[in-house]
C-alpha cells in the first residue's frame, strides 16, 4: 500500500467521524515533510544492501580540546570534517561546509560565501569562536564577519567542531561552541605532497573555483590556495507594496577572492616553525543584510588581512609553543548612494598565547597557557577605541582504564568587563560500543564594537536605528550536557545529547525611547523622543535543547564507499521579562541536517539538505516575510573520464524555492554550473 492509499484511509475514518478536513490536513502536513523523512530514512533503508564492514573517524586525535585526545576521551560532542569530505560535497565556501554540520546553523545573507552567521546551541551570532590552526579570529568589529574565514577549501586539512561552552580553554566567545580550521601545513598528519582544486561556469555569469597546493621536503613545507566566486547575481525583480510605493529591481551581486600561503620549516626534531599569511576581499550587495528599510540600498567592501606565526618546541615530555597572530579589517558600507550613508571602519586585531603541555606519566597530562591580545578600531560613525584583554588557564586530562576527566579553569581581564572566571569539567566513561560523557562549565562573552558604540558619532540619529551602548556588562552563563555515542555496528555510530544553558546580562537590541536611553548611557546625538533599537543587557535567559546525530561511513568496494551524517536538534529559548529582542530567540526551533555521498567506481554523488523550522517574522516596507519553515537541497555529482581529472555538476537549491534566513535577504533560488575538479597527490 502506498502512502496516498493509507493517507486516504485515515482520511476516509475521519470523515466518517465528523472530520471532513482532516485528510487534506494531514496530506498537506505529510507532503510538507516526506522530502525530509526520505531524506533522513534512505541511508537506513539502503544500509543492508552495502554490507556490515567499516569504520568511522573516531581515530582522529583532536586539538580543539587543546590537549591532543580522541574523540571519544573528550567528554565532549565533537565533529570532524575532513578534507576529502569537503571536495566530495556540493559547497563552494567555509560557511556552506559548516551548514552541512548536525547541530550547527549557519543564517546566510546569500549564497557562495557572501556572509552568514554561526549559531550553535541556542548562540547568538557573537557566541560562537572562530579559531585557524588555534587562533581566534572573531572580528572585533561585528560577529557578522566571524564568517570571513581567510582560508581557501583545497588548504583545509580538517575543521573540528566543538560543540558547547569553552570559554575554560580559550576565554571569550566560546559560549556556543568553537570551531577550529586546522590547514595542511600546521597538520602533522597532511600527505607530503597534494595539489588540487575545481573550476566551475554557472547561470548569472558565475565563476567559482579554487586551487591549492601542498608539498613537503625534507625539512620544510610550502602550502598555498586561491579562490573565487563572483557573479553579476540572480536578479531580485520589482515588488509593488501600493500603488505609491515600488522598490525598484536589483541584482544580488558579489565578487569574493581569498588568497592564501604558509610556511613549515624543522629545524631539528624539537623545535619547528610554523607560519602563515592570507588575504580575503569581498565586494557584494548587501540591500536588506542589517535593516528593513525600503530606502536601503546598501553595497559593501570588506578586506581581511590575516598572518600568523607558531615556534614549537617538543622535548620527551612535554610541548611549549608559542603563537602571534594579526588581524587587519577593512570595511566600507554604503546604505544608499541617494545620500551621504558611508561607513567606513579599520580593524586590529593582535593576539599572542603561549602554552605548554606536560605529560607527566601515562595517566596524567597537565597544561596551561597564558594569553594577550590589543583590540582597535578606527571608525566615522563609531569613534576610536583599543582595548587590552588578558588571560592566564590550567587544566589537567586523566584518562585510566574506562573514566576521561578534564578539569579545567581560566581567568581573564579585559578593559571592558574587568575579570571573570571560567571553570570547567568534562567527563567520559568508554565501554566497548558505548561512550557516556557528561560536561558543566562557565563562558563569558564581551560586547563587540557595534554593540557598545554603533551610531554614537552620528548628528540626529534617525528613530528605528540601532544605537550602541558603552556601558554594557559582559555576558556570563553555565551550560550542562549529558550525551551518548553509541556503535551500532562497525561503520554506524548514534550520538545523543541533552543540554542547556542559564544565561545572565545577554546582549541584545530593545527597542526604547530616547528618554530611556539618555537616563542610562552617554550616546550619540538622538531626536527627541525618538525610539531606537538600543543594546542592552538582558537578563535570565534560558535555552534548553537535544540533538541527535547519525553517521555512517562504508567501503563497499576497492573504489566506492558510502558515506551519510544526519542530524536533529530541538531548541528552546525563553526570557522570563518578556523583552522583546532582535536576536534573543532568532534560531531554529527544529533543524535537520543530512549529508549524503556515494562513490562507486568513477562515479561521485552527494546531496545535502537543510530542513528549518522557526518564528516566523514580517517587513511590511520592503514586502517581505521569514516563512516558519523550509527545506533546501543542494546537489553534487562528478565522473571521472581522466586520470585526475573529473568533470562535476552542482545543482544548488535543486527544488528551486523561495527562501531567506534572514528577514529581507533572499538566498539563491535554484542554480545550475558546471566544470572541472582535479586532484594529484
Not at 385 to 406: A, E, I, S
Not at 615 to 622: E, K, T, V, Y
Amino acid at each position: 500500500m502506498d502512502i496516498y492509499a493509507i493517507l486516504q484511509f485515515s482520511g476516509l475514518i475521519h470523515e466518517c467521524l465528523g472530520f471532513p478536513y482532516f485528510r487534506m490536513q494531514i496530506y498537506t502536513s505529510t507532503m510538507r515533510w516526506l522530502p525530509v523523512l526520505l531524506l533522513f530514512i534512505w541511508p537506513y533503508l539502503a544500509y543492508p544492501v552495502f554490507g556490515q564492514t567499516g569504520y568511522v573517524l573516531d581515530s582522529i586525535e583532536v586539538i580543539a580540546s587543546r590537549v591532543p585526545l580522541k574523540v571519544r576521551e573528550t567528554g565532549r560532542n565533537i565533529s570532524v570534517v575532513t578534507s576529502r569530505q569537503i571536495a566530495d560535497m556540493p559547497v563552494n565556501s567555509i560557511d556552506e561546509v559548516l551548514q552541512s554540520v548536525p547541530g550547527l546553523e549557519v543564517q546566510s545573507r546569500g549564497g557562495f560565501g557572501v556572509q552568514g552567521d554561526i549559531l550553535m546551541r541556542g548562540s547568538t551570532f557573537t557566541q560562537v569562536l572562530v579559531l585557524v590552526d588555534g587562533m581566534k579570529m572573531n572580528d572585533p568589529l561585528t560577529g557578522h564577519f566571524n564568517s570571513y574565514i581567510p582560508v581557501t577549501l583545497p588548504e583545509i586539512e580538517r575543521i573540528e567542531i566543538l560543540r558547547g561552552a569553552a570559554a575554560a580553554l580559550y576565554g571569550a566567545d566560546a559560549v556556543g561552541g568553537v570551531i577550529n580550521i586546522i590547514t595542511k601545513t600546521f597538520s602533522e598528519n597532511s600527505n607530503p605532497r597534494s595539489l588540487g582544486g575545481s573550476l566551475q561556469y554557472g547561470q548569472h555569469e558565475l565563476v567559482t573555483g579554487n586551487m591549492g597546493f601542498f608539498t613537503k621536503e625534507g625539512k620544510s613545507a610550502f602550502g598555498g590556495g586561491f579562490s573565487l566566486n563572483q557573479s553579476k547575481g540572480q536578479p531580485i525583480g520589482e515588488r509593488v507594496i501600493d500603488p505609491s510605493t515600488t522598490l525598484e529591481a536589483y541584482r544580488t551581486s558579489f565578487d569574493l577572492k581569498t588568497f592564501g600561503f604558509s610556511f613549515s620549516h624543522a629545524f631539528s626534531r624539537k623545535l619547528s616553525l610554523h607560519a602563515r599569511t592570507s588575504y580575503d576581499y569581498r565586494d557584494f550587495d548587501a540591500r536588506y543584510f542589517y535593516t528593513s528599510s525600503a530606502l536601503d540600498k546598501s553595497v559593501e567592501r570588506v578586506a581581511n588581512w590575516w598572518n600568523q606565526v607558531q615556534l614549537k618546541h617538543i622535548s620527551n615530555k612535554g610541548i611549549t609553543d608559542l603563537n602571534v597572530a594579526y588581524k587587519n579589517n577593512t570595511d566600507e558600507f554604503v546604505f544608499s548612494p541617494d545620500f551621504p550613508s558611508t561607513n567606513e571602519h579599520r580593524t586590529q586585531f593582535l593576539n599572542m598565547t603561549v602554552n605548554h603541555l606536560r605529560e607527566l606519566n601515562a595517566a596524567l597530562t597537565l597544561m596551561g597557557g597564558l594569553q594577550a591580545d590589543r583590540r582597535m578600531i578606527e571608525s566615522n560613525d563609531r569613534g576610536n577605541h583599543q582595548d587590552w584583554h588578558f588571560g592566564v588557564y590550567g587544566m589537567g586530562v586523566y584518562r585510566k582504564n574506562l573514566l576521561n576527566l578534564t578539569v579545567s579553569l581560566r581567568g581573564d581581564y579585559d578593559e571592558n568587563y574587568q575579570f571573570e572566571v571560567s571553570p570547567q569539567i568534562n567527563m567520559s566513561i568508554i565501554l566497548e560500543d558505548l561512550t557516556i560523557r557528561g560536561s558543566v562549565g562557565r563562558s563569558i562573552r564581551a560586547a563587540d564594537y557595534t554593540e557598545r558604540f554603533v551610531s554614537n558619532n552620528l548628528q540626529e540619529l534617525t528613530p528605528g536605528r540601532n544605537l550602541g551602548n558603552p556601558d554594557l556588562l559582559a555576558e556570563t552563563g553555565w551550560s550542562e550536557e549529558l550525551g551518548l555515542d553509541i556503535r551500532i555496528i562497525p561503520g554506524w555510530w548514534i550520538k545523543a545529547t541533552g543540554f542547556a544553558r542559564q544565561s545572565d546580562n545577554l546582549i541584545d537590541y530593545v527597542m526604547a525611547n530616547e528618554k530611556e536611553i539618555g537616563s542610562v548611557s552617554e550616546t550619540g546625538s538622538l531626536q527627541p523622543n525618538a525610539d531606537y533599537f538600543f543594546a542592552q543587557n538582558i537578563a535570565d535567559v534560558r535555552t534548553a535543547g537535544f540533538e541527535v546525530e547519525s553517521n555512517i561511513l562504508i567501503p563497499t568496494g576497492e573504489n566506492s564507499s558510502l558515506e551519510w551524517t544526519a542530524g536533529y536538534t530541538y531548541l528552546n529559548t525563553t526570557n522570563q521579562e518578556g523583552i522583546l529582542s532582535v536576536y534573543l530567540s532568532n534560531h531554529a526551533r527544529h533543524l535537520v541536517t543530512t549529508r549524503f555521498a556515494a562513490r562507486f567506481g568513477k562515479f561521485d554523488f552527494a546531496l545535502n539538505g537543510i530542513y528549518k523550522n522557526r518564528n516566523i517574522r514580517l517587513a511590511p516596507a520592503i514586502d517581505s516575510e521569514l516563512l516558519p519553515d523550509y527545506f533546501v537541497c543542494d546537489l553534487r555529482t562528478a565522473f571521472q573520464f581522466m586520470n585526475h581529472l573529473k568533470v562535476q555538476l552542482q545543482v544548488r537549491n535543486l527544488f528551486d524555492l523561495r527562501y531567506q534566513n534572514i528577514l529581507g535577504a533572499p538566498m539563491p533560488r535554484r542554480w545550475v554550473m558546471a566544470g572541472f575538479q582535479w586532484h594529484f597527490e
